[in-house]
């Protein structure tokens, strides 16, 4: 779907609610609400939220790894690993 397409009046929204989330449950795209003219709102359906989170937490994570790694605070994972094995070993 074309985002021109996608584009819907406030008063739309209103009048066909179930409609649109039928739509969006079935096409996974998401409806821009405007008012006024104005772009106010994105809608989108419960499961394309889910993988947008998912994504922006994965891209979270690498950002975290990336920066760790230019400030130094990475080690290989044979030394890592072995690290870990000495603090069970030591727990024991």
């Known amino acids: ?6 584009v819907k009046p406030m008063s739309y929204l209103k ?8 739509e969006l449950e ?3 795209q998401p409806v821009i609400v405007t008012q006024n003219g104005e772009a106010k709102a994105v809608l989108q359906d419960i499961a ?7 994504s922006i937490a994965l891209l979270k ?6 920066k760790s790694k230019k400030e130094g605070k990475s080690k290989p994972i ?4 072995a690290d ?3 603090s069970i070993a030591e727990s024991e």
């Not at 394309?48 to 998912?54: C, K, M, V």
């Open 78 to 81: 044979k030394t890592a690993f």
């Open 15 to 22: 009048n066909d609610a179930n409609m649109i989330l039928t």
């Open 48 to 54: 394309s939220y889910e993988a947008t989170q998912d």
């Open 84 to 86: 870990i094995r000495k």
């Open 61 to 66: 994570i690498l950002a975290m790894s990336s």
């Open 1 to 6: 779907m074309k985002l021109s397409q996608a």
């Open 26 to 28: 079935a096409t996974h």
